[in-house]
């Protein structure tokens, strides 16, 4: 007597066919009044098959206590032959999984949960088998999804890393493509490739490291998440499993993750294969990129925002970069460090050469058709640190290009905060470059470049809408005015004598600044004019910065007219003194303004002298 015989075989598969066919295909045409309907309907067969195994079941129990022996040479044999005593079993732990999804789809999580645990508890003596290994990981899987969505995180990570281990395991002991479960109930013919086998069985393990990925960030394990989650997006290249427009996404948020580690050849590696991957949405085969899905993506504008935040990520990575070198060779007071400059000079061939190194033991994206490709398009935005204004330069117009991309995708009517931010970082381009630029002159225009592009956005904006934003913005114009002051001072004292024209450049670049920080400074009071007994975080250090920059801008101002000058003298003691009391009543502020309070305190003793003197150098006149 065979262990399932033919005919019995057949009707099984045939339900089993219909039930993933209900579960996976008709379900999407169900009206949303019954949106499980045809789930439901799959449940059923899935149970009537179950109802059948287990009579199965108990009729291979008698042949075994009857000492039937089977005649094949092993249970890989058996398994792959349909037959077999543990064959029963075999099917009840695909069907257990099945019914285990089911009820998750269908949001039964505890029937889910109970299902899923009898598979794995069915299959747990065979799960190193060719036969068994691929459910039981994907059990795995679907509990730690479960449990993952019930904000169980813990019992997610145990269960995602226990399909993690037995894959580890199976491909050590064994390597050889497994079993897919759905071929139990596949006639002879209709059997897998040992091919096909493998891609299937090799994407249940990506979809293992995927939702790893999501645990570990969860967890805030970011660095293991994102080697798991790059190892994730190379596995769906190498075995074309993935949607263009979706990989492109996860890869440049990928990047944005290795820009804020500093990480910046990681970055730029993904956002080139963002860009090559989503340039060539429609020619690289996906098996999971359905037409819906695409016409979804388009639909909801996810397609066009995706368009422009590549070039919107590329352009941060010029930046970041670029801030991370100026930081590494500024002093405490954001100037240049000529020590540090020369320090950075002699360690930049050896820290290229060795990121090169490490890149090359990276995980890179990308088969033989696609690296090529890829590294063509990384290769037009450099990772080696500017030195000189020349060097910069050409890390500026990269970063302006994709800027000028992003702006085409984010206007300002429909997309304010991005488009914003585009022009903020554009201006912090600029801002980087003519850090680089040793001619105040040329330095001033780039400065001037920032408040034409800055200054129109604001005024369009309405506060009470866009707060925040218009914060940031008055902030910013103020610090560009502050920073084309000084360089016109700096100018200035080279300079025999100084003409009225330069006077009142430096007066009206010093009022432009000191209206902008005191713009940003009214939008903290209270609807009563009141400013604020104590600054909220976020808004701590800027405050404390526009009263400093404020007072030392008074201090700027040349007049020949004395009491304009005691005028101006007592307002810079004002804010040097706000500057100093607040720091002393919150001493948590000191830690904020550090370097800042240093001056404050300083200038706040020297001043009144001054003052003092300066009365009475005019009482003969008084």
């Keep these: 007597m065979e262990p399932v015989a033919g005919a019995l075989r057949k009707s099984l598969g045939e339900k089993y066919q219909w039930a993933i066919a209900l579960s996976e295909v008709e379900s999407k045409k169900d009206p949303e009044c019954e949106p499980y309907r045809s789930k439901y309907s799959a449940r059923e067969l899935l149970k009537e098959i179950k109802k059948e195994l287990g009579q199965l079941d108990s009729e291979e129990e008698r042949q075994k206590e009857a000492g039937w022996e089977r005649e094949s040479g092993g249970e890989e044999e058996g398994e792959s032959a349909g037959c077999g005593p543990a064959q029963a079993v075999l099917l009840l732990g695909v069907i257990e999984y099945q019914l285990g999804l089911n009820h998750a789809e269908t949001e039964e999580l505890s029937a889910g949960e109970e299902h899923l645990l009898n598979c794995i508890r069915l299959l747990e003596p065979h799960k190193l088998s060719q036969g068994c290994v691929s459910v039981v990981i994907q059990a795995q899987n679907q509990l730690g999804i479960l449990w993952a969505g019930r904000a169980e995180i813990e019992a997610a990570q145990m269960h995602l890393e226990n399909a993690e281990g037995l894959y580890n395991q199976y491909m050590k002991q064994t390597g050889k493509p497994p079993l897919d479960p759905h071929e139990y109930f596949m006639a002879e013919e209709e059997k897998l490739t040992e091919q096909e086998r493998a891609r299937r069985f090799e994407k249940v393990y990506t979809y293992t490291l995927y939702y790893l990925a999501q645990v570990y960030k969860n967890m805030e394990m970011n660095e293991k998440a994102s080697r798991y989650c790059h190892t994730t997006l190379q596995r769906q290249l190498e075995f074309h499993d993935y949607v263009p427009v979706e990989w492109a996404i996860n890869a440049a948020a990928l990047s944005q993750y ?33 037409e819906e899905i695409e016409s979804e993506l388009v639909e909801n504008s996810l397609l066009l925002t995706s368009f422009g935040s590549l070039p919107k990520c590329f352009s941060t990575l010029n930046l970041r970069f670029m801030q991370c070198f100026l930081k590494k060779t500024n002093d405490n007071i954001g100037e240049l460090d000529p020590g540090r400059q020369d320090e950075m000079k002699a360690r930049r061939k050896k820290e290229e050469e060795e990121k090169e190194e490490g890149r090359k033991n990276a995980v890179l994206f990308g088969s033989s058709d696609l690296y090529d490709v890829i590294l063509a398009v990384e290769e037009k935005v450099s990772c080696v640190y500017p030195l000189d204004f020349t ?120 009022q432009s600044a000191i209206r902008y920080y005191e713009l940003f400074l009214d939008s903290l009071r209270s609807p009563d004019k009141k400013f604020p007994e104590k600054l909220e975080s976020d808004v701590l250090r800027p405050a404390l910065v526009a009263k400093f920059r404020i007072a030392r801008l008074y201090g700027k101002f040349i007049t020949s007219n004395g009491r304009k000058q005691l005028d101006n003298m007592q307002k810079s003691l004002d804010y040097y003194s706000f500057v100093v009391d607040y720091c002393h009543a919150n001493l948590q502020a000191t830690r904020a303004v550090e370097t800042e309070l240093e001056l404050c305190e300083e200038m706040a003793g020297l001043l009144p002298a001054r003052m003092e003197r300066l009365r009475a150098k005019m009482s003969p006149f008084t």
């Design 391 to 510: 060097e910069a330069r050409e890390i500026f117009l990269v970063g302006q290009n994709y800027i000028s991309e992003a702006k085409e995708y984010f206007e300002l009517d429909g997309h304010v905060t991005d488009h914003v931010e585009i022009l903020r970082d554009h201006s912090a381009l600029f801002k980087a470059v003519a850090f680089f630029e040793e001619d105040y002159e040329r330095c001033c225009k780039m400065h001037k470049r920032r408040i034409d592009m800055l200054e129109p956005i604001y005024n369009e904006l309405n506060p009470r809408f866009y707060l925040l934003i218009c914060r940031q913005l008055q902030f910013e114009l103020a610090d560009t005015f502050y920073e084309m002051m000084d360089l016109k001072v700096a100018i200035a004292t080279k300079l025999d004598e100084l003409d009225s024209h330069t006077i009142k450049k430096i007066n009206h670049l010093a």
């Design 258 to 290: 290795y820009i804020t580690e500093q990480r910046y050849m990681e970055a730029r590696h993904c956002l080139a294969a963002a860009n090559v991957i989503f340039s060539h949405a429609e020619e690289i085969p996906s098996e999971t990129a359905a």
